[in-house]
């Protein structure tokens, strides 16, 4: 979720603790499909560096360091996949709060992005599927759009809200898979189950189901309107979620599109058709596929095969 607050909602907490626990995650960075590599020259890739905080406060009965291993083993799951083709730094400040988990618009004094959870005590899994959420938020440049913080949920976010709890899905499944042979301590040794439990869980629900006897198109149909109202209708984000987690966990790589989202300020204004096409022609070409896959699955097969021609005649962009 993404929420716009001023900085008086942003606490303040003591900079030693934090540096305590600051680490950097160093993630491969391949180059983007308008880079070259010069004749007879190796180019090595660049590390995207990722510096998290986590803020001392109320966590329950979890302690600040166990947090932040499992916050950076969830940012390092999730941005493996992603980061490919993006160097620079990311800075990432995590508090808790007992509102709702969101990423701030305004940023800290060290431009590092503020994000508060609602997680609590030892529920590791609950930590990993809100902060996936709200990184790939980060990632889909949730900040880059006309209007600003005050203006943000147009009729295309639920879009964005629906690939971001996508995300949560995918990690707590990476997770499970990656801790049961690398958790980030002994303590932790067995956990991983409990990631792939409470996916399972969530994907069971019965409000992520078809209802019986409706095609995804007629729910679609149905439901988009709706969502386009508010886009925070999380019954139907869930339902949504659902039905694209396979094209993302049928090439991992394929969350590199999400950094390419939002790459024009004024996308989101637009109609679905066009949000996703200029989606589709900011990528690079081998990250195009999850994009016409999903615009399939929404419906608009037309547009992404017009996009796809590279087509010059715009009026496909208002259908």
């Known amino acids: 979720m993404t929420r716009s607050a001023g900085r008086r909602s942003v606490g303040r907490y003591s900079r030693c603790a934090l540096l305590v626990g600051a680490n950097a995650l160093l993630l491969a960075h391949v180059p983007a499909a308008a880079e070259f590599n ?29 947090v932040q291993l499992v916050l950076e083993s969830v940012a390092r799951e999730f941005l493996s996949h992603v980061a490919a083709g993006h160097g620079g730094e990311l800075r990432l400040r995590v508090m808790p709060r007992g509102t709702a988990p969101r990423v701030l618009f305004e940023r800290g004094g060290e431009g590092e992005y503020i994000v508060h959870l609602t997680a609590r005590n030892q529920r590791w899994y609950q930590y990993a599927y809100q902060f996936s959420h709200e990184l790939c938020h980060i990632l889909s440049n949730f900040d880059h759009k006309d209007g ?89 984000n869930e339902l949504l979620a659902a039905v694209l987690l396979p094209l993302f966990e049928r090439d991992p790589a394929r969350w590199q599109a999400i950094t390419y989202l939002n790459a024009d300020t004024a996308s989101a204004g637009k109609p679905l058709a066009g949000y996703l096409a200029d989606w589709l022609r900011a990528c690079p070409q081998q990250s195009r596929a999850v994009v016409r896959d999903t615009m399939a699955v929404l419906g608009l097969t037309e547009v992404a095969t017009a996009g796809a021609a590279a087509s010059t005649d715009p009026s496909f962009l208002l259908r």
Do not use: I
């Not at 996508?166 to 990631?195: H, N």
């Not at 019986?212 to 209708?233: K, S, V």
């Open 38 to 66: 010069p004749p007879g020259r190796e180019v090595r890739p660049a590390p995207l560096r990722v510096m998290l905080e986590v803020a001392p406060g109320n966590w329950g009965e979890a302690d600040v360091a166990d």
């Open 148 to 236: 600003g913080a005050a203006d943000h949920a147009k009729a295309n976010q639920w879009f964005e809200e629906t690939l971001c709890e996508t995300a949560s899905l995918f990690t707590l499944r990476r997770l499970a898979s990656s801790w049961e042979t690398s958790p980030p301590a002994r303590k932790w040794v067995g956990y991983a189950p409990a990631f792939a439990a409470y996916a399972d869980q969530l994907l069971a629900a019965p409000h992520r189901q078809l209802p019986p006897g409706r095609t995804f198109d007629a729910w679609f149909r149905e439901n988009r309107p709706l969502l386009e109202a508010d886009p925070y209708l999380r019954d139907s």
